[in-house]
């Protein structure tokens, strides 16, 4: 893929702006999505073995296709606790409202569902980095900061001052969207235990 292919952080997607992981990053989820050893638990509900995944350079995409075999009644479910693991190691979680048309979604016995479960990666912990990643060495990042280790807008970078300017606002929009997304499970959490 030549320069040209490419956004200004090194992404795959010329027409869109993002900080992609890193090339061993990538290899590291390539290499548990080969061996067929994930798990997404539904926390409470149930769980998938080896679920269908596409990898980007920013993002994962975790196909589910699960059918409930309970509550004989339907009830409302306001949201689902998703978590990815590799055996009893937890690679993401999260919790997703799950309204449709601004109410709460019915689950039921026979009940399926078909979902995409998108995560948008940051930075994967360097340990599991290496660990995977056996010829991995220095920074796995390219957010992880050179000096300190840990996780900063620019990590070990080296960016013109435009650069810097579109990372700190595209650093801005994602705890924005972090924001709304909280607030969103909150309200629905809140929802969900006061009925």
């Known amino acids: 893929m030549s320069n040209d292919e490419k956004n200004m952080f090194g992404g795959g997607n010329a027409n869109s702006v993002y900080i992609p992981m890193s090339d061993v990053e990538q290899e590291a989820i390539n290499r548990l999505i080969e061996e067929q050893l994930l798990t997404v638990d539904i926390v409470g509900w149930g769980y998938i073995q080896n679920p269908h995944i596409t990898l980007g350079d920013k993002r994962v995409s975790v196909h ?4 409930f075999n309970a509550p004989d009644i339907p009830m409302e479910v306001h949201y689902f606790d998703f978590v990815l693991k590799r055996g009893n190691y937890v690679l993401f979680q999260e919790r997703h409202r799950t309204y449709y048309n ?3 979604i019915m689950v039921g016995s ?3 569902l078909n979902m995409i479960w998108d995560i948008a990666i940051a930075r994967i912990d360097p340990k599991l980095v290496k660990m995977l990643v056996p010829h ?3 920074l796995t990042s390219r957010l992880t900061d050179k000096d300190t280790g840990e996780m900063t807008t620019f990590g070990n970078m080296k960016l013109s001052s435009i650069e810097k300017q579109v990372a700190m606002k595209l650093k801005s929009g994602e705890e ?3 924001k709304i997304n909280r607030k969103d499970v909150v309200s629905a959490t809140n929802k969900a235990t006061h009925k």
């Open 64 to 67: 589910l296709d699960m059918t």
């Open 136 to 138: 991995a060495r220095g």
């Open 110 to 112: 026979g009940t399926n």
């Open 176 to 178: 924005n969207v972090k």
């Open 102 to 104: 601004h109410k709460p």
